[in-house]
């Protein structure tokens, strides 16, 4: 899951949830902060590894224990209160606020 743009703080997209939704451990490269919303064990950091050879090989490394501890934490973080935040339900309530200050 390769974003767009990966220089903007707090940048994150449906990539991410997505690819855990479908049950996969997502290789990501985005934002410089992902860490901040999404716990570094519900995925692969693309950044830290530089180039694609050297992250080829991180991830014929994982074995299946590493890989099942990926999918229990992505369990848990798409079972947490911390996925409001990218939630329907959180867009609503911003946008009701901003609606709410326009109108006075």
Partial sequence: CFENL??????????????MKAGCVPVY??????????PEGCYIDA??????PKLYNVLKSIDESTYQTYLDNIRAFLNSEKTYLFSTDHLIEIM???IKSVAG
Avoid: D, Q
């Fill in 6 to 19: 990966s220089e903007v703080n707090g940048y994150i997209t449906e990539k991410i949830f997505e690819a």
């Fill in 29 to 38: 490269y985005s934002t410089l902060n992902l860490h901040k919303y999404i």
């Fill in 47 to 52: 950044r830290k590894t530089r180039n694609l």
């Fill in 96 to 98: 009701m606020e901003a």
